[in-house]
């Protein structure tokens, strides 16, 4: 028998179940269609910002691993070291199976429908939506597409391809206990582990997440990148286990719209991931939500809905991604510069950066005007 909702929300993940948790919670009919059975393993390093922690509608300290008020950046090449320390935690360490099943369970308290096991498989737009499952048919009048970077949902409703995906490796590393104990203090951060992009070290309870993202599609070994990045640069000796996990993070916004035909992109989805950071799990919460806003405030009405959501990410995340889209071509495109900034404004810069994290203030607008200032000053005086 064909299942009816007011809302189907492909995906479980942050902006979905963020997304369900605010619908069920205006008593929206919802339905959550996911194709793994959870809690599932989410290639991610589980580096959560507080800038979406301060934001959760709950507490989600019983699934953070770690805290973090201390986050270490390296520019090795230069030889240059900055911190940022702050009061509340930076970066909350979580593992995305538990972590995302605690905000289902949230959504599931509200009185949500889960159906697990159900791999989208098409969609047939009538007067409804019926969205064809490997498990049978539900119909809908609203779908939110939280399925990630390949978004399914978003191929099948018509979107072409206008976000840069970017390649990223994560390892999960059991180390000997005296290299867990010194790399666990602190998040670091190194920006010459690898051409255009950086590595991360995260601890995690008992052991490390060790990754690399590459910000442009350059052709580099990430397997050699990441053995050295082990052994050179973080100096791990002994590897107790280890477990690898490629995956794509798309780091620019879609450029063709987030929402047609009541099908609303959020998250990886619509390309929500920070340009210059690659984090992603705030930009999912929060477009998670505000497709679910958009949607309760219009009454149901589709198009009332749309351009709700319309106006919702225009004053708010487009303009942010797309400043962080500049400052991500001058960051990673621009050694050099970047370089030379680096070397004379480290402190600031990480500054700025750890206040966008901690969710203080967002990328100012005009940045770029900013940094054509400095530079100027900086090569003519
Ligand atoms: C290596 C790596 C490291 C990262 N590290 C960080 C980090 O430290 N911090 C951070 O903030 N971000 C990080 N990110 C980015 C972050 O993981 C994503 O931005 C975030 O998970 C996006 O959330 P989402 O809810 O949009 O999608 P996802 O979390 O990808 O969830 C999508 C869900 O949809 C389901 N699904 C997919 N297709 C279908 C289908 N056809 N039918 C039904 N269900 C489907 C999937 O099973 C999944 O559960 C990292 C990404 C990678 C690849």
Redesign the pocket.
């Known amino acids: 028998m064909t299942k009816v909702f007011d809302v189907a929300i492909?995906?479980?993940?942050?902006?979905?179940?963020s997304a369900a948790f605010e619908l069920a919670k205006n008593g929206i009919s919802t339905v959550i269609?996911?194709?793994?059975t959870l809690p599932?393993y989410?290639?991610?390093?589980?580096?959560?910002?507080y800038r979406?922690r301060r934001k959760m509608p709950f507490d989600v300290s019983s699934v953070v691993e770690k805290e973090f008020f201390r986050v270490d950046a390296f520019f090795e090449k230069i030889g240059v070291h900055v911190v940022s320390e702050r009061k509340e935690p930076i970066?909350s360490m979580v593992m995305?199976d538990d972590f995302?099943n605690f905000l289902v369970e949230k959504a599931k308290e509200h009185g949500i429908t889960l159906l697990e096991n159900?791999?989208?498989?098409n969609i047939t737009f009538e007067d409804n939506i019926t969205l064809h499952?490997t498990q049978g048919d539900v119909k809908t009048k609203f779908v939110i597409a939280?399925?990630?970077?390949?978004?399914?949902?978003a191929k099948l409703t018509g979107w072409e391809e206008t976000r840069l995906l970017i390649p990223?490796?994560?390892y999960e590393v059991e180390v000997h206990p005296e290299d867990f104990k010194r790399l666990s203090k602190s998040v670091r951060l190194d920006f010459d582990a690898i051409p255009m992009g950086y590595g991360?070290c995260?601890p995690k309870k008992n052991h490390l997440?060790i990754?690399l993202?590459s910000f442009r599609r350059v052709k580099v070994d990430f397997k050699k990148l990441y053995r050295d990045y082990m052994e050179n640069i973080l100096g791990i000796t002994e590897v107790i286990n280890e477990e690898m996990?490629?995956?794509?993070?798309?780091v620019t916004p879609r450029t063709d719209g987030c929402v047609r035909k009541g099908v609303f992109l959020?998250?990886?989805?619509?390309g929500?991931?920070?340009p210059l950071?690659?984090?992603?799990?705030?930009?999912?919460i929060f477009?998670?939500i505000m497709a679910a806003e958009a949607i309760v405030e219009s009454e149901l009405d589709q198009q009332i809905a749309e351009e709700n959501y319309n106006t919702k990410l225009n004053e708010t995340l487009i303009p942010e991604l797309k400043t962080g889209v500049r400052l991500s071509k001058l960051f990673y495109e621009n050694e050099k510069i970047r370089n030379f900034l680096i070397k004379k404004y480290g402190d600031r810069i990480c500054e700025v950066m750890t206040q966008i994290l901690m969710g203080e203030r967002t990328y100012p607008a005009d940045i770029s005007k900013q940094i054509k200032k400095k530079l100027r000053k900086a090569i003519f005086s």
């Open positions: 492909i995906g479980s993940g942050p902006a979905g179940a269609i996911e194709k793994e599932r989410k290639t991610c390093g589980g580096g959560f910002a979406g970066i995305r995302d159900h791999k989208l498989k499952t939280a399925d990630g970077a390949l978004s399914t949902t990223a490796l994560e991360w995260f997440s990754g993202a996990h490629g995956f794509q993070i798309p959020v998250g990886d989805a619509a929500f991931a920070d950071t690659a984090e992603g799990i705030s930009n999912a477009s998670g």
